[in-house]
């Protein structure tokens, strides 16, 4: 830098005007050619640092991320992020520190995640799925906002606040699932999302707070737990068509629930009770066919049905793997002989991946 700095100055115009054009041509081929240039041990936190390679951004070391803001943003050029690895040590993500990724398509969560801080990853639009593991205790506002092309979101179960507005303008959304550890669902958190089709909230939460579904204009079914207590005003305003309201408590329960004002769109729609005296499964044997009454739709529920009897024990288990739509389901069973079978066992499993039961299991008596 010292020799082109004596050059220049030795130098006559032209030859000042010929290394600034050099310079300036240098600067646009680098641009162009998409070359990343930084300096070495980037750091994002007190005992953290960045890396940037080949699209990938790798989180590294232990404690928290540097919260930024919207005019002090992350020191990473956003726009050539296409996939963020947050290594295990890492115990936050900071706020505003992946907004405006628009190319990021994958995000990897270390286990020892806690939080993910305001606006974190606001505006990443080109992002279709997420996991949020259950490590991660608090997703903080705004932390989704506009991710428009979110299609799927899972929570897991340990995951213990969705702050507001954390998934609002998530369009591209037709189903969610909030897991028992999550105590409310936070006013303006679901905020505009106008494909959200299907809501199952998981006994646990105990309210829902102010707008938390406004304008979720498609939204058709929702299942609420008997842990709820408050519905709060605007929660469900403008769901203009929801139909199903699934409450898995009983109607005298339904009513104990503070329902405020501009909440007509639950309240029209038809409210299904959980009768405590009607099985969720059944079996008609003249059909050969089981029913099954489901809390909430499931894509690839696993079935296991056990046929035994008294004296032998199990005679038989087979599994049937289908989709279930929220509330009544008939399938066909998997079997067609009885024979010395006087008892027939049937569950409902969430997934092979997921062998959790959505349902009591029913151990009906077989007459033949």
């Known amino acids: 830098m010292l020799v082109l700095n004596n050059i220049f100055n030795s130098g006559g115009n032209s030859m000042k005007k010929a290394l600034l054009n050099l310079f300036l041509i240098i ?3 680098i641009n162009i050619s998409g070359v990343n ?3 070495a041990n980037n750091t994002c936190g007190e ?3 960045w890396s940037l390679t080949d699209g990938i951004l790798t989180i590294s070391g232990e404690g928290k991320m540097t919260n930024y803001t919207a005019r002090n943003s992350a020191p990473w050029s956003s726009s050539y992020v296409e996939k963020i690895v947050i290594n295990d040590g890492v115990t936050s993500v900071g706020n505003y520190a992946f907004a405006h990724c628009t190319n990021l398509t994958e995000i990897v969560f270390g286990n020892t995640v806690a939080s993910i801080g305001t606006n974190a990853f606001f505006d990443c639009y080109t992002l279709e799925a997420v996991t949020i593991p259950k490590n991660i205790k608090t997703i903080d506002n705004f932390s989704f906002d506009c991710c428009y092309g979110l299609k799927d979101i899972t929570i897991e179960n340990g995951v213990n606040t969705i702050g507001a507005y954390a998934f609002q303008n998530c369009t591209g959304l037709t189903d969610i699932t909030i897991p028992e550890s999550v105590g409310a669902i936070s006013t303006f958190s679901f905020f505009c999302c106008e494909s959200l ?5 998981k006994n646990g939460a105990s309210s829902i707070d ?3 579904f406004y304008d979720c204009t498609s939204l058709e079914n929702i299942t ?5 207590t408050t519905i709060d005003y605007y929660a469900f305003y403008n769901c203009r068509n929801l139909k199903n309201v699934y409450y898995l ?3 005298s329960s339904w009513n104990d629930i503070t329902i405020k004002a501009y909440n007509s769109k639950l309240l029209n729609a038809t409210i299904h009770f959980q009768d405590a005296a009607e099985s969720d499964i059944s079996f008609d044997l003249t059909k050969n066919i089981i029913t099954v009454n489901m809390p909430h739709a499931v894509s690839n529920a696993i079935i296991p049905v056990v046929i035994y009897n008294d004296t032998d024990g199990v005679i038989d ?3 049937v793997s289908t989709g279930f739509g929220a509330g009544k389901n008939e399938i066909t069973s998997p079997y067609n002989n009885y024979q010395n079978a006087d008892t027939i066992k049937i569950m409902v499993w969430e997934s092979l991946e997921n062998l959790n039961p959505i349902l009591k299991s029913s151990e009906i008596p077989i007459t033949n």
């Open 27 to 29: 600067c646009v081929l």
């Open 37 to 39: 240039v930084y300096a």
């Open 47 to 49: 005992n953290l640092t």
């Open 197 to 201: 089709k299907n809501v199952t909230i």
């Open 210 to 212: 102010n707008s938390a």
């Open 224 to 228: 609420i737990p008997e842990s709820v």
């Open 249 to 251: 408590g009983t109607e």
């Open 317 to 319: 288990i087979k599994y």
